[in-house]
């Protein structure tokens, strides 16, 4: 599938520019009734859930209107960005964006949306970390020696994911192509891995750090590495696997996208208020609780990442040769 980058830049670069005078009085009243932020994975503890809630309090209490959380988990979350393509463009549904939604524009043939095209960036909230852990029995100590461990025993390591194109899924199989190792995916779709890695049955994943990082400080796991660009201050003793990878980087990030034609002014007004959010001390604090980095910028920086990672993790999924399940 071919995909249109350069018209969603395009479209980025429109609400960063001067706005309309149509749009502007969209936005001058809004919002005058209660949002939507359509989340596509169930409510709970994970980052997306959470930062959701987080940024959803945050504008209600700056605009004056709630902006009420709505889980529609199921199918990677297409199913809650295919009600928010469908939805009147005016500011009232609104998505969570997240790394699936690049992921699935290649792992699906069969799609009825073009998130590149259909879905307009609003702003990036968190990036979020992810660490590549190993059981304890796993004798590396570094990521170098994970590998030359890795090379002596081709496909008799386990590696676990939340299921086959998931982010811990595609973040392992660019580690398996820049560093040539063989590594055996085992993906749970419907439960939590932690059991088995705990257990032994797997023996790394590339995990969320918000997910292991109580383990990681009882030593129950052992952290190789970060996967972000630069080390985290929440683990600032675990080096970055781009230290021994050289040009490795995969993590998670959330933000906020819409319909396309909603209208600049809203658009404008959004952007605003969540990067006023991503500069609030106490925001700040909840957002690190998370293990979350705040991803503030303009609307074109949020749709730049987006279609960013879109050509980069379809490049690895059609090498890896990952077909959704």
Request: charged share 20%.
């Amino acid at each position: 599938m071919t995909f249109p980058r350069r018209n969603f830049l395009q479209l980025a670069a429109g609400a960063a520019a001067l706005p309309s005078v149509w749009g502007v009085a969209w936005g001058l009243d809004y919002p005058t009734r209660p949002a939507r932020l359509i989340v596509g994975f169930p409510a709970g503890g994970s980052a997306a859930d959470v930062a959701a809630r987080l940024v959803g309090q945050w504008l209600s209490e700056r605009l004056g209107q709630q902006f009420i959380v709505e889980n529609r988990p199921g199918a990677a979350s297409n199913i809650a960005t295919e009600s928010v393509v469908r939805a009147p463009p005016d500011g009232y549904t609104l998505l969570l964006v997240t790394p699936p939604n690049a992921f699935n524009a290649t792992l699906y043939d069969n799609l009825s949306f073009n998130f590149i095209r259909d879905i307009f960036p609003i702003a990036g909230i968190i990036r979020v970390p992810y660490v590549m852990v190993v059981n304890r029995s796993v004798p590396a100590k570094t990521v170098a020696e994970f590998v030359t461990y890795a090379k002596a025993n081709p496909g008799k390591i386990n590696m676990a994911s939340g299921g086959t194109g998931s982010t811990p899924h595609v973040a392992g199989e660019l580690f398996k192509m820049m560093t040539g190792v063989n590594l055996t995916h085992v993906p749970y779709p419907r439960g939590s891995f932690y059991p088995d890695l705990l257990g032994g049955e797997v023996q790394v994943a590339f995990s969320p750090m918000i997910a292991s990082i109580e383990f990681i400080r009882a030593a129950k796991l052992r952290a190789l590495a970060v996967t972000t660009a630069m080390r985290v201050d929440a683990l600032p003793d675990v080096p970055t696997v781009g230290e021994s990878v050289p040009g490795y980087e995969a993590s998670g990030w959330l933000g906020i996208g819409a319909p396309k034609n909603t209208p600049s002014g809203i658009i404008e007004k959004l952007n605003k208020e969540i990067n006023a959010g991503l500069n609030d001390p106490k925001l700040k604090v909840r957002i690190a609780e998370i293990g979350g980095i705040p991803l503030a910028g303009s609307a074109r920086d949020f749709g730049k990442l987006v279609a960013d990672e879109t050509e980069k993790w379809g490049k690895v999924i059609r090498a890896a040769g990952i077909k959704a399940e």
